[in-house]
């Protein structure tokens, strides 16, 4: 009775520990998506009640009305939300295209080939991931300068490839090298090119590993202000994170305007991790597994 207990004591600790990680994980979401839909006094007086109507109000309840909907009205129509907004997905998209398809070339070629200065390269790239990319921010501006790519979206989308392509050579490197070799050279046997192995073969084996880079690659990128706000600080050229900025003075903060922003930008996150949920939870699986 006892050895059958134990592990059942240990199961219901990881639950615990797991739900727990989970509420505090979605607290600040949570807390941000409530005060969205309230007015200004209502986030001070009470910002963890969920937002609440007179319309909703039955027998016996005597909840405040809290919901209002003035911070998005204020983001619609007091700013430019969807350039700010097609910025961001302009910016992302681009770079996630790249980050995924010269990554998964040049792991294939890391991890398929023997060549001079392979063992070289594969450490110079995983240097390239422990170095914060920001220490270089001073050189970087003035290659941009010297470019003439000052305040466009392409200034973003070259540094941001730059900053994810480490993380994706390593990532999908791994999960190439454990495809078995003897799929690969019975293909070459059938008289198949390396390239239609590459992509009739290889990316379709790894496609666990491409949306877990995707969503690697994309967080980081959707939620940055500080490569915005250096190289691309124009008008124009404002992604969300830095348009939601001008909500947000030195002495007065327009609180509404700020959650409204915010929740406005969750939604491009969530549907990209619902659309790759399954595929991100199977690479993350897979690479724990065979790690």
């Not at 979401?29 to 319309?55: G, T, Y």
């Not at 170095?131 to 392409?154: E, F, H, Q, Y």
Request: a positive charge; hydrophobic letters at 55%; aromatic letters at 12%.
């Amino acid at each position: 009775m006892a050895a059958n207990r134990s592990p059942r004591i240990s199961t219901a600790a990881v639950h615990a520990v797991l739900l727990a990680y989970t509420v505090i994980a979605l607290f600040p979401i949570v807390l941000v998506l409530f005060n969205a839909f309230k007015s200004r006094k209502a986030i001070f007086s009470a910002p963890l009640m969920p937002p609440w109507s007179d319309s909703l109000n039955v027998i016996g309840t005597s909840w405040p009305d809290t919901f209002s909907l003035v911070g998005f009205e204020t983001v619609l129509t007091r700013s430019d939300f969807g350039l700010y907004f097609g910025n961001s997905l302009t910016v992302t998209l681009a770079t996630l295209f790249l980050v995924v398809f010269l990554g998964a070339m040049a792991a294939w070629a890391l991890s398929e080939y023997s060549f001079k200065g392979n063992a070289v390269l594969a450490l110079y790239l995983a240097v390239g991931i422990m170095i914060p990319i920001r220490l270089g921010t001073v050189s970087i501006l003035r290659l941009i300068v010297s470019l003439d790519l000052i305040n466009t979206l392409a200034a973003l989308i070259l540094v941001y490839t730059a900053m994810g392509l480490p993380l994706s050579i390593f990532i999908l490197s791994e999960f190439m090298r454990q495809i078995p070799k003897e799929l690969k050279d019975s293909a070459r046997c059938d008289g198949v090119g390396e390239y239609r192995i590459f992509y009739r073969i290889i990316l379709p084996l790894v496609r666990p590993a491409l949306a877990t880079v995707a969503v690697f690659t994309m967080v980081p990128i959707w939620n940055d202000l500080w490569f915005p706000l250096i190289l691309a600080p124009g008008d124009g050229t404002r992604t969300i994170t830095l348009g939601v900025q001008q909500f947000v003075g030195q002495y007065v903060t327009d609180w509404n305007a700020v959650l409204a922003s915010l929740t406005l930008a969750i939604i491009p996150v969530l549907i990209l991790y619902a659309f790759f949920s399954r595929q991100l939870i199977a690479g993350l699986t897979q690479g724990a597994v065979k790690g």
